[in-house]
């Protein structure tokens, strides 16, 4: 007799968070160049005052709010897709998976900015991929650590 595997509830609610957040980054793609644009200038705007303390006063523009967006767009992506990798075992071919998935988010992203007939280029499928990147790279480094911790409390 086969053994089954339940899929853990916190796996299904990753799962619904990555296709929420895919969802999210792929609406964006389909809106207007006016309309992204104006929604970029508006964010810019907000994010002006602090932006402007990390980069220096005058160099905080549109291009540079639109690339940041992306890139921790898909850092979310990213931190998603490791804590999937987590609670379903991890391994290395979940690993490659996400990581996968993540390229395969970016490509599709851009795909839909061809057909909106917004500018598509292979620069931002590299800034998004970065992002989904480092956001894994993130958890898993926040996910040694408490591993250290725990390690070091076991051992006192």
Same mark, same amino acid.
Not at 152 to 156: E, G, L, N, Q, T
């Given at each position: 007799m086969?053994?089954?595997r339940s899929v853990r509830p916190i796996a299904v609610l990753l799962f619904i968070a990555i296709a929420l957040t895919s969802a999210v980054i792929w609406s964006q793609s389909v809106k207007s160049?006016?309309?992204s644009a104006a929604e970029s200038s508006r964010v810019t705007e907000f994010v002006r005052p602090v932006l402007e303390k990390i980069v220096g006063e005058g160099n905080v523009t549109d291009h540079l709010v639109r690339k940041a967006?992306?890139?921790f767009e898909f850092f979310a992506l990213g931190c998603e897709l490791f804590c999937l990798t =987590? &609670?379903?075992g991890l391994a290395g071919r979940r690993l490659l998976a996400a990581a996968f998935y993540a390229l395969l988010a970016a490509l599709t992203d851009e795909t839909i900015q061809i057909f909106a007939e917004r500018g598509s280029l292979v620069s931002d499928v590299w800034v998004d991929? &970065?992002? &989904? =990147?480092?956001?894994?790279?993130?958890?898993s480094l926040f996910y040694l650590l408490v591993l =250290?911790?725990?390690t070091?409390?076991?051992?006192?």
């Open positions: 086969e053994k089954t160049v006016e309309a967006a992306h890139f =987590l &609670a379903l991929f &970065a992002g &989904a =990147l480092c956001g894994m790279l993130a958890v =250290l911790i725990k070091r409390k076991r051992r006192k």
